[in-house]
């Protein structure tokens, strides 16, 4: 059985920081490119953040880029995005994916974790 679970949201001020975490289980970690994603209410899931499998480049949306880090750790079979400089902007539910072969910023993707909630105070 193939779990992605997702850690580390909560409730921060604005300006601070927040590391999430997404292991994944059943499945070879360094076989799969990992990203992330988010969803605040009313609105649609976007792109956030990616990292590929072998090569270890980084993709990330425009309004997170120079806050946010994607990392991954084969040992630990878990992706991590660091997020720092927090905005309000940035409340959402954040999801992360794995996909064998990376489908893009819009693609479906082979399998999702179950969402952590991520809460900036202004």
């Known amino acids: 059985q193939v779990q992605l679970v997702e850690s580390g949201g909560g409730l921060v001020q604005a300006g601070g920081s927040l590391r999430l975490s997404c292991a994944l289980s059943?499945?070879?970690?360094?076989?799969?490119?990992m990203g992330w994603f988010r969803q605040a209410p009313g609105k649609e899931r976007e792109f956030v953040a990616a990292?590929?499998?072998?090569?270890?480049?980084?993709y990330y949306a425009d309004p997170v880029k120079g806050r946010f880090t994607i990392s991954r750790d084969n040992a630990k079979n878990t992706v991590y995005l660091q997020m720092n400089g927090l905005k309000p902007e940035d409340m959402a539910v954040y999801y992360c994916?794995?996909?064998?072969?990376?489908?893009?910023?819009?693609?479906?993707?082979?399998?999702w974790g179950q969402g952590t909630q991520v809460t900036v105070s202004s």
């Open positions: 994916a794995a996909d064998f072969y990376w489908r893009g910023p819009g693609g479906s993707h082979d399998y």
């Open positions: 990292i590929m499998k072998s090569s270890g480049v980084t």
């Open positions: 059943g499945r070879t970690f360094s076989n799969y490119h």
